[in-house]
């Protein structure tokens, strides 16, 4: 029982360079979340989902998109990276809306 | 975004002492919930409240949902240097419309 996964761990990218980050979880979670967490920032939700096939905006979604097309993968994606971008990224996923989340082990992403 | 305020940011104390942090909002949550984040780790669940006026512990750590419903309060006691991190509080509301936002963390250094 690996709980949430993510890949991959660290990545530099290019100004407007594209990439997608992958979360996976094997505990059956409906939710999902993306997170990104800057400093003196705490956590801020980009996107999450509410089950297979279904996504939402979070507080942060402008330069990301999201897609849910297996319960337990969420994938984010940045079309066209910005400096502003550059953070550590948090999967987490949970049985329900107001359970406990269970969070990934991060992705520290370096947009130039 | 809305980020719920933490207080303090920071503090050292030394190993043996007891530590209190809070957590308040303008908003009402029906869920509040405490995390720890240890260096370059993801958050992990310390304890979690579900009514106003809930005390509950863990070890040595005890937490409380305020009766206004709008802030939290944690506390270690007897602290010890693995208790170093960033703890942050987070307000789940699920009526209306989903909010399940964290607190901008309180980081914990203990001196041995």
């Known amino acids: 029982n690996a709980g949430v996964t993510q890949t991959p761990k660290f990545r530099v990218l290019k100004t407007g360079q594209s990439m997608t980050l992958l979360c996976a979880q094997d505990m059956n979670h409906e939710y999902m979340y993306w997170y990104r967490q800057d400093p003196g920032m705490g956590l801020r939700l980009i996107h999450y989902?509410?089950?297979?096939?279904?996504?939402a905006k979070g507080e942060v979604p402008d330069g990301y998109n999201v897609s849910r097309l297996k319960k337990q993968n969420f994938l984010l994606g940045l079309e066209s990276a910005a400096p502003s971008q550059t953070s550590v990224y948090f999967c987490a996923s949970s049985y329900s809306k107001r359970d406990t989340q269970y969070f990934g082990p991060g992705t520290r992403l370096t947009v130039l | 975004g809305q980020q719920l305020n933490q207080s303090p940011q920071s503090m050292f104390i030394q190993e043996g002492e007891d530590v209190s942090m809070n957590c308040t909002s303008s908003s009402i949550f029906n869920t509040w919930l405490w995390y720890k984040q240890d260096p370059g780790e993801g958050p992990v669940l310390l304890i979690a409240?579900?009514?106003?006026?809930e005390l509950t512990s863990n070890g040595r750590l005890t937490a409380q949902f305020g009766i206004t419903r709008k802030d939290s309060f944690l506390n270690i006691s007897a602290s010890i240097p693995s208790d170093v991190g960033i703890y942050f509080c987070a307000g789940v509301t699920t009526s209306g419309t989903y909010k399940y936002i964290f607190g901008t963390g309180t980081r914990l250094k203990v001196l041995a």
């Open positions: 409240l579900y009514k106003a006026g």
């Open positions: 989902s509410v089950g297979e096939g279904t996504t």
